[in-house]
């Protein structure tokens, strides 16, 4: 290639980079917006009003839910999907890791706060969260690409808002080399900020030698940068010593919660910390207190329909 096909080159590139250069001023409203509400309120709330002031899903960035196998990642983001419709959010599910018709199940006792909520009260429930929850029906290992096509045409066509992968492992990427994660993390963060979603990806922590521990961002498996890359870091797990008390038939303090979020990291917000919460075994929902049942839903704040009796 000679000097005048570079130039020629460099010219059409410079027309493509073009695009993303603008004035300060196109980032005034949203900048004042962001002052005015706080920093910590901005963007859309997980189930639990004791959260609201302290976390948020905000547009274009990447959350991370990290932790232990089973213990209830896949669970709270199903759960957070139903309340993020409840504020007329778009959310598509792709979780590579259980049939569409499960994760529909679980969810559907969610809301409905029961074993086996009745067909009139499902119904209710398909009808609150129609063109609101997709799934992307897929099981087993997507190749990469593919993920970011899906991602693509949900933003796009759909008008998507949040897009929650389950998990990293199932996503063509090659689990024993740090590159490649890297790599597709780095493409998610990318999506996030060019369509303006959030995007969320559950991920796994090394296999600690005492499961009565605390885990932090520092046990993420894989590459260091799966953490320097994502926005926001929750880590997912539940009380291992107070299972363990259950299990030796020990004492314990029924009041002690059953499990955690901890708020990792939050690159755009003021505020890292733990919160608790206990576990309805009936609804599969995860309680801010202890002692009261399941929440109902759509929750009584949730203003974009009539709220509806699921039981």
Known sequence: MNIIEDIDLLRFMARQQSQSIRPVRDFYEEAMDRLE??????????????????????HSELTIWAGPNGQGKSLV?????????????????????????????????QACGTVLPSRNAADD???????????????????ADQIMAMI????????????????????GVDSEHNEPQKKFVDQLA???????????????????????????????????????????????????I??????????????????????????HGEWEGLFQFWFDSKS????PEYGRGAMPYPPPEAVTRPSVVLM
């Open 152 to 171: 693509h045409w949900a933003a796009e066509e759909l008008g998507i808002n949040h897009v929650m992968i389950d998990s990293l492992v199932k996503c």
């Open 242 to 267: 107070k299972e363990q008390a259950i299990r030796n038939m020990a004492e314990y303090d029924q009041t002690d919660p059953d499990c955690y979020i901890r708020v990792a990291k939050q690159r």
């Open 284 to 287: 599969q929902q995860w309680i």
């Open 125 to 143: 429930v398909m009808d609150y969260t129609h063109d609101k929850i997709w799934i992307y029906d897929q099981i087993g290992s997507v190749k």
């Open 37 to 58: 509400k706080g920093t910590a309120v901005f963007g859309d709330q997980l189930p639990w009003s004791k959260t609201g002031d302290k976390f948020r899903f905000r």
């Open 77 to 109: 983001m199903g759960q957070s999907a139903l309340w993020l419709a409840a504020e007329d959010k778009k959310v598509l599910i792709a979780s590579m890791e259980m049939p569409g018709a499960a994760t529909v199940a679980r969810m559907l006792r």
């Open 190 to 240: 990318w999506a996030a900020k060019e369509h303006k979603i959030h995007i969320h990806l559950v991920h796994h922590i090394r296999k600690q030698s005492d499961e009565r521990m605390h885990p932090t961002k520092y046990d993420i498996k894989g590459a260091g940068e799966i953490s320097d890359l994502a926005d926001n870091i929750l880590l997912v797990y539940r009380n291992g």
